[in-house]
């Protein structure tokens, strides 16, 4: 299999600065060497330019919105001509908007984008259901156009929205805790499919097929935030919070393995790994990479 990998080391929409040193990580902690000696080709594409989180006290609930936007598009510009289905993408952000990136680079290579996101969190919240002011806890209510949602984003590429309701199936949500009333609504009103954070714990490899088997067939893509990750297992997140639940770097590979082998993945981005807190445990960003590795096996003969 023919891999690209293509850095995306911005924290504009992030809550802080330190996920915009991910790229740069991963390739340290063996990403391309542990692809390669899958028997992978893979292409390192590099990085597109630094952007850094900043205080922005002119759109505090949105906050860096017109750089974000501008870092996106020149994302999906240079990745879609690396957008095929007889290769794949591997795009390392980066907060978690990587993802709306990615999904616009399949729209931009003529592809409909169907997205597995792999999340503690819904990301559905807008300026006005949140006053956080991070993009990152709203890129899915972007992709998908909701009301509240900055045009500018919402409008990334000719398309809008980018994502219909039934394009999008969530992996590893909690939505009893993580998740804020208004995006609780969204899901039941949109009808979104939602494998949960304990049916991905209880049987990894069952609950990613439940959520790429509620995706039309076809293409498809995946995102994986790491504060899906039981912080205590791999500190990897920029988010904290998600101590003692959520699956370990084990069960992610897993699920990632199984995502892999069905037919019709094209590409994966990954975001809020921070590797400061990574150096807490100096086996998580090892292990994390091999999780990725899994994902990169080739599909089965089918």
Known sequence: MSINILGYPSSAAAYCVGVEHAPAA???AGLVAALESAGHQVDDLGDLPVHLWKPDQERPRAQNLDEEVEALRRLADTAAPFVATDSRLLV??????VALGLCAAVADAGIEPHLVYVDRHLDLNTPDSTAEGSLSWM?????????????SLVRLTGRSPLLAPRHLSYLGVE??????EWE???VDHLGIAVTTQAELVADPAAAALASRGAL????????????VLDFLDAPLAENVNGRNSGPTVSQLGQALAALSREPGLIGMSVGQLVPAHASADPTSLGRFVDALAQAGKTPLER
């Open 26 to 28: 991963l390739r340290e």
């Open 216 to 227: 039309p067939d076809g293409p498809f893509v995946v995102h994986v935030d790491v504060d």
């Open 175 to 180: 939505p009893t805790v993580e998740a804020t």
């Open 139 to 151: 890129g899915m209510a972007h992709a998908l156009g909701l009301p509240g949602a900055e045009e």
């Open 92 to 97: 390392l952000g980066g907060s978690c908007t």
């Open 184 to 186: 609780r609504e969204q």
